[in-house]
């Protein structure tokens, strides 16, 4: 090996890498695939480059030291990239990294009304098509609030579910619990489960049920999930269960100058999340709603659908930058729209001219009412395809490489 590599000849080495990733993330190549290629191409740099030599033998050694922890003390390295369930919606997805993380909690909080419980319930049943029906998952309703029905309208039909009422703090870990030793037995480790809890505010312990004295129970649930959550959060990461939980949000309450200072610096100014600080320690991903304008009257007129647009932002993300706000569009009958959304985006980012009659800056010979979008969508290719692309780029340019522009390199 020639110990004279020249620097030109060195960036055309990591032009050719950027090139086999961006191939890879073009064409879905699976994740084991993909690590092959990365492997390979890493090798190929460290066969060229003798500067990198000394950081092969790192590595090296570094293996072998996992290897020695993974044998004696049985500690093993976290396997780096996660894995997610998608929500069904772009824009979402985007923000998230992919989708909600499998292995780890993810919490909605937000405003009543902003469609917490909708996304949750979508994200369920969107991951039963990801998994092709073979996923076993549940929802945990608290509230009383859901309907095997309402579950059914929003995407949850392989197979259709029945919610779990008469739920405790207790029950929804025993029922995480449950799950991961059925999943065990049947050897479903490999395939994802997700469980909507709906929600924490609202889910008393079994304690608090039952005392006649609600000062003797005044920090009780803060304090048993500070215990539970990094217990079961553990068992989620082993069984690949994406744990996705719904919270309110409270007013801070603001005594004189000793007011407690704010964690979450970018969530509402106002508002906080009931439950204790280990949610907010423990959470993988934190997303945070609020209604921006209800869709009602004209405007339901106009879009064919009573509904609402809501401002969803991801306050704490793990796996992409946070605090990237979008605005997402639903009805109150079938839930998110990702046709919607994502015509919303497109005239937000003028890729699309809206008036009496709207068009595509791309395809401006083709116009049309808003009201008639989704027909045209489905009915014209040339439209249909012009619109993926429009939405493909905005996406691309206005979300993933403004806020990630290093996409392409692996994360440490």
Known sequence: MSDEIKDEEVKEIEIDVKEVLESVKINNVNKKDEEKIRNKVESVIIEKDPIIEDEKLTKELHAEFASFLE????????????????????????????????????????QPGSGKSMLAIQTLGQGQRQCGGKMIGGFLDSEHATTSLRLWNLGVRYPKLRPYSEITVEKVFKFVEG????????????????????????????????????????????????????KYVAQCAKHNICFLAVNQLRDVLKIDRFAPPKDL???SASKDMPGGNILKYNAFQLIEMKVKTA?????????????????????????FPPNVEIEIVGSFVSGFSNFWTNYNFLKNTKRLKAGAWNYLISLPEKKFRTKDAPELYKTDETFKEKFDEAVKEAI?????KKYNPDVLKESN
């Open 71 to 110: 044998t004696s003390v049985e500690m093993i390295e976290d396997v780096g990239g996660k894995e997610t369930i998608s929500t069904g919606i772009d824009l979402v997805n985007a923000i998230l990294g992919g989708g909600f993380v499998i292995g780890a909690l993810n919490i909605i909080v937000g």
């Open 179 to 230: 799950l991961s030793v059925f999943k065990r037995e049947k050897k479903l480790l490999d395939t994802p489960s997700v469980v909507v809890w709906d929600s924490i505010a609202n889910t008393l312990s079994a304690k608090e049920i039952e005392t006649e004295d609600p000062n003797q129970v005044i920090g009780y649930k803060a304090r048993l999930l500070s215990l539970l959550i990094p």
């Open 265 to 267: 610096k970018f969530m």
């Open 295 to 319: 869709i009602v009257d004209e405007e339901a007129a106009k879009y064919g659908f009573e509904g609402v647009i809501v401002k969803l932002k991801c306050v704490k993300n793990k796996l």
């Open 396 to 400: 691309d340019t206005e979300i993933v």
